[in-house]
């Protein structure tokens, strides 16, 4: 006599179907606890080599899995995929989990699986050290990313400190002084003191960080935001939100690698004698696009109340040139513009001044 028990894995039930000689003898449904195992093992008791068989759902099925080779019960334990894969013949419109345990019963029943090899408990052991290895790893990346763009908004200027900006002591500096007000408000004896106490990190080497740090510190955002706010249109939210997705635009070498960064670069197309220029790349942050997109639209709305913007002069000009030419062209055309006019400000350390970008484009052009 063959009897197989299919077992549906849900997040906090199981659904059970036995089935003697391919013919189903009761179904029901038990908790994903010791409560309703022991009462699935009270039936796999009454049996003679039964026959378990379940899809692998995650950590669900792992408890299901653990207590069965508890009590040392040989399984088959599916792939979901393959498992729709061997029942395509008996596809069903309505989906239960009551009709899944009993299609794995049957499939168990006509077209036995073999059962899966049960490791010793060192093996086991291993394998779920290892999977928590890795997902502490996944973790402790994701981590670093959320910290990298925290640390954009903060203090970017950090970054350029040391020669490897991931290392130990990079970021036992980044928690000392997540912020460039703290820097300017400690002692730089203190500083040098912390330095000191990293590893690697002697006395000349510890004068000279300290004193790159309170140089870094000294170039923070906050005069990145007065110079961004100084551009009409600009209030101090959308100049929070550029600086935040840009970054520290020092650290571009010209205009054009800041256009690359955002994805605002044109995309160019060479076969043979042929040269045509697509659309945007899109390669950069789809946010910072938004952003700049939305500063265009404030920068015009500025001038039209009196707050005149030579990039608001630029767009207009752009949607003259052609009377089919798009609000989204034009805008894409003036991001170019703003973006370069931002580098340029910032480089040169001045605000804006409409006299100056007006007389003056080959500064700001």
């Known amino acids: 006599m063959k009897t197989v028990f299919g077992i549906d894995v849900s997040s906090r039930k ?19 606890d010791m409560v309703g195992f022991n009462q699935l093992l009270d039936d796999l008791k009454q049996v003679t080599n039964p026959q378990i068989i379940f899809e692998a759902t995650g950590v669900y099925s792992r408890r299901l899995q653990a207590f069965l080779d508890m009590h040392d019960l040989r399984y088959v334990m599916m792939n979901p995929l393959e498992a729709k894969r061997k029942t395509k013949d008996d596809l069903h419109q309505n989906k239960t989990d009551k009709l899944d345990a009993m299609y794995l019963a049957k499939m168990q029943s006509e077209h036995p699986q073999r059962l899966a090899y049960v490791q010793s408990e060192e093996y086991q052991e291993l394998m779920a050290n290892n999977r928590i290895y890795e997902q502490a790893s996944h973790d402790l990346i994701t981590n670093k990313n ?78 990145d935001l007065e110079i961004l706010k100084s551009i009409p249109g600009i209030a101090e939210n959308t100049a929070l939100r550029i600086i935040s997705e840009l970054g520290d635009i020092r650290r571009f070498n010209n205009p054009n690698q800041l256009n690359a960064f955002v994805g605002v670069d044109p995309q160019v197309y060479e076969s043979g004698n042929l040269t045509a220029h697509l659309s945007i790349s899109k390669r950069g942050t789809a946010i910072g696009r938004k952003v700049l997109y939305l500063a265009i639209n404030q920068i015009q709305s500025a001038k039209k109340v009196g707050n005149p913007c030579h990039i608001a002069d630029y767009y207009e000009k752009r949607k003259r040139s052609s009377e089919t030419a798009s609000h989204k062209k034009a805008a894409i055309a003036s991001i170019h513009k703003l973006l370069r006019t931002i580098f340029a400000l910032i480089t040169n350390d001045q605000l804006y001044s409409y006299d100056i970008a007006k007389h003056n484009q080959r500064l700001l052009s």
């Not at 199981?14 to 994903?32: E, H, L, P, Q, T």
Request: hydrophobic fraction near 40%; include cysteine; charge should be positive.
């Open 14 to 32: 199981s659904n059970v179907c036995i089935m003697v000689n391919g013919r189903k003898v009761n179904d029901y449904a038990i908790s994903n």
């Open 146 to 223: 959320r910290l990298h763009k925290a640390i954009q908004l903060t203090f970017p200027e950090i970054e350029h400190l040391l020669a490897n900006p991931r290392g130990k002591n990079y970021w036992s500096i980044v928690l000392k002084f997540p912020h460039p007000n703290i820097v300017l408000e400690t002692k730089e004896a203190d500083i040098i003191d912390f330095l000191k106490s990293l590893s690697g990190i002697g006395e000349k080497r510890a004068n000279d960080l300290a004193q790159r740090l309170i140089r870094l510190a000294k170039l923070a955002p906050k005069r």
